[in-house]
DNA sequence: CTATTAATTTATAATCAATATAAATTAAAT
DNA sequence: ATTTAATTTATATTGATTATAAATTAATAG
């Protein structure tokens, strides 16, 4: 709990309960959850917790770059807690979303282009390993 | 528009008037296009068009491979024809998304951890060059 | 410690892109 | 020319997200 607050208080948001609640979550697990799944995740810890302030803190949390919105092709907003640049992979079968931890090797060329870069979104899709596995048992 | 119809019916995909329009507008505006867009664009010269077939032939056409729908934060999804593989730079003042060539670098890389790589969706968002430059105007 | 003030949370309603449904139209094939 | 199947269209529905306003909580001053 303190961890969380710390980190709250030191980007200027106020530390509230929900808050410090969801940035943990989003710390603790790297399974790039939607709103709903992390709603459904603390409610029975949390249980006046309202889906509005998943939507909102998500929003605090994401603008002072505590957290990402991943760019997915799923109809929710998949996010994650930001603890170091990497990609994804996307699975189309199981729908699951697996870190690959590449660097991107063409931020400067684009900041060279005159553009300012402030995130980059590595996206590889597909059909991952197991799935691709279970088609032949 | 025989160009457009040969392309369809190579695919296996009846070329309707609808179809060959949408392609053709794909093919010939690099402007990534969201349905709204192609629609307004289209409804002057096919006045009997409706945006349910506008999502419905997007559709067919990207499952062919055709078309490509972009990996965005947007609310509406964009869409590109697909003449080759590139990334994207979006602008989050201008809102409009402009093409990187660059190749992907680590597909293989991907692809030997055993996942089936089937696209690649490489996004740089930040301030393009023209809105950096209005900023010191 | 209490009261005041401002921010946050919550419940509810509204929005809007996308999809589902079914009727009307069109195209393909006999 | 007729039948059949596919496509288009209009309409209704869904569902994630946002807007709004009331209730609650947290921070601050007295």
Redesign the interface.
């Known amino acids: 709990m303190e961890k969380y607050k710390r980190m709250l208080v030191e980007k200027g948001i106020k530390p509230t309960f929900q808050r410090i609640k969801i940035l943990e979550y989003l710390e603790k697990h790297h399974n790039h959850p939607t709103v709903d799944m992390i709603y459904s995740a603390l409610y029975k810890k949390v249980p006046t917790l309202s889906k509005t302030t998943v939507y909102n803190t998500l929003g605090v949390l994401s603008k002072h770059g505590l957290v990402s919105?991943l760019?997915?092709?799923d109809s929710e907003?998949h996010y994650e807690y930001n603890f170091n640049s990497h990609?994804h992979?996307i699975?189309?079968v199981c729908h699951r979303i697996?870190d690959?931890d590449?660097p991107c090797?063409?931020?400067q060329?684009?900041e060279e282009?005159?553009?300012?870069?402030?995130?980059?979104?590595?996206?590889?899709?597909?059909?991952?390993?197991d799935c691709?596995?279970k088609q032949y048992e």
Chains 1, 2 share one sequence.
Do not use: Q
């Open positions: 919105v760019s997915t092709l907003a990609h992979f699975c189309k697996i690959i590449v090797t063409f931020r060329y684009v282009l005159g553009h300012k870069v402030e995130e980059v979104h590595g996206n590889f899709v597909g059909i991952c390993k691709m596995e």
